[in-house]
């Protein structure tokens, strides 16, 4: 059975770990990785740390795709290693308390300046580390963008939700603050294409978040799918008309490039990074204000002509960002260090 999906960074490390011939090995928890990678090359984590890290040369490389290396001992390493950095969420977003935000930044300074390498998922992240971290040589940093898995793609599939209502959106989770989720609800909730349009989130059905739309009076207005694999997904991207993602700060950010591919259009945030690997695909609005969210969803509404046009650059741009770019290109900068 396919897992269900993941948040970006786990999905990036699944991309590039599980589904690749990259790597030798992978390190990790056995009872995660058991199911969707040949045992014969897993490493559990304990394994590597007590009998294998004190073993390694200068021969060897480790790839560390989550940020930060505070789960190995990686000062005692004499191996080669490449870092792969998503953001600087805790420094761009209060998403933790001021104590947890120095410990990440001490965190990401030393495995930045540890790191032989480092794989920057944008070029907002690398100025980003710049901003944040001078002291972090910029030639060492490589840019090389995230990928769209090959699951999202357009196709004409029957309605697995039938519904009354003419228009309809997606919008994930809550997940942790910078995510936006509640101006972006309110946002839906104010509009005036409200009465007619449907929200799809990935939200569980709990008697809790139940009553949470029943005192908005939205209950009738979403339809709360849980946790949904890529091929379910795949399905509601294709009979969405838009995806909201309003999140105040990205690394990256797929999801809008997931729904594009699947000919959905996107209102995104009006932010540097959606610039950036967005272009001119989706309707922008101020990720601050509900008001500006509402006038997005309006104009997805009021104007089909234009809505078109987005969809073909939005499917035009996702086309971009394919698995195999993403793997050759960590591929190359791997034997690079091999050279080194």
């Given amino acids: 059975m396919q897992p269900a999906r993941w948040g970006g960074l786990k999905r990036y490390i699944e991309y590039i770990s599980i589904n690749t011939n990259i790597y030798d090995y992978v390190i990790g928890d056995r009872n995660i990785l058991e199911d969707i990678y040949p045992k014969e090359k897993i490493i559990a984590s304990e ?26 001992k990686y000062n005692k390493l004499r191996c080669k290693t490449i870092l792969t950095f998503h953001d600087c969420i805790p420094l761009r977003v209060k998403v933790s308390s001021e104590q947890e935000t120095k410990k990440w930044k001490r965190d990401a300074r030393t495995a930045l300046g540890r790191a032989d390498m480092v794989i920057a998922v944008s070029q907002t992240t690398k100025d980003d580390i710049g901003f944040f971290f001078p002291e972090i040589a910029q030639s060492k940093i490589y840019v090389i963008y995230n990928a769209v898995s090959s699951a999202f793609r357009k196709c004409n599939i029957n309605k697995s939700i039938e519904t009354p209502y003419k228009y309809s959106y997606f919008l994930g989770r809550t997940r942790i603050r910078h995510k936006n989720f509640w101006r972006s609800l309110l946002a839906f909730r104010f509009s005036k294409y409200y009465k007619s ?3 799809f989130t990935t939200l569980s059905d709990t ?50 490039l997931e729904a594009m591919s699947c000919g959905a259009v996107a209102i995104c945030s009006d932010t540097e990074i959606s610039h950036e690997i967005y272009e ?29 046009k987005k969809k073909e650059i939005g499917q035009m741009i996702s086309a971009r960002y394919k698995l195999d770019k993403m793997v050759l290109a960590t591929a190359d900068l791997i034997e690079q260090l091999k050279l080194c």
């Fill in 47 to 72: 394994i590597f740390t007590e009998e294998i890290a004190d073993f390694l040369t200068e021969q060897d490389i480790l790839h560390f795709p989550a940020n930060l290396m505070t789960d190995l």
């Fill in 197 to 199: 349009s449907l929200l």
């Fill in 207 to 256: 008697p809790k978040i139940n009553s949470l739309f029943l005192i908005l009076g939205m209950r009738k207005h979403v339809y709360l799918l849980g946790d949904l694999t890529d091929d379910e997904m795949n399905d509601v991207f294709n009979q969405i008309d838009a995806i909201i993602f309003m999140s105040l700060y990205e690394g990256f950010g797929l999801p809008p």
């Fill in 280 to 308: 001119d695909a989706p309707y922008y609005a101020n990720p601050y204000k509900i008001a500006d969210i509402m006038r997005a969803i309006a104009l997805v509404s009021e104007d089909p002509d234009l809505r078109e």
